[in-house]
C-alpha cells in the first residue's frame, strides 16, 4: 500500500539526522533559527577554498553561535549575534582579539570574507 504521506519511522529517521558539521546543544532554551544556518552556510562557503568544509562546526549558545575549527571552543573563528535589532560578527584574529562588525543580513558575511579566512588560517598555520 502506498500513501503519500511519510511513515513515522521516516519522520524520526528525519528528526535524527544532521550534518556531522552541525553541532547543536541540546536544549530547550536553544533554539537554532534559519538565519544562524544561513550564516554557517555562508562562512563554510568562504572558507572552503582553504579548509575542508567538514572542519567547520556550528555551536549554538543560548545568546550567539560560535563557527569552529574541528568543533573545538579554543579554535573559535566567529561568534554570531543575530537575534534582536543589532545584528554582528565577532571575528577572531591571530592574537585572539575580537574584532566586532555589525551586519544587517547574513549576505553582509561576504564583506569580512578576508577576516574569517585570516583567522582560519591562524589555526591552520599553528598545525604545520
Known sequence: MSTSEPSSHDARAAET????ALSLEPSSDITTTVEEIEA???IKAILRDIVDPR???MRDMRSYCSILLD???RRTIARLYLEGSRKS????DATKKEERVFIETVDDIYKVADAL???AQTYLAAEK
Do not use: K, V
Request: net charge positive.
Open 55 to 57: 572542519r567547520i562546526f
Open 89 to 92: 560578527i565577532l571575528i577572531m
Open 71 to 73: 568543533d573545538n571552543r
Open 117 to 119: 579566512r585570516a583567522s
Open 40 to 42: 554557517y552556510i555562508t
Open 17 to 20: 539526522s544532521e550534518s556531522p
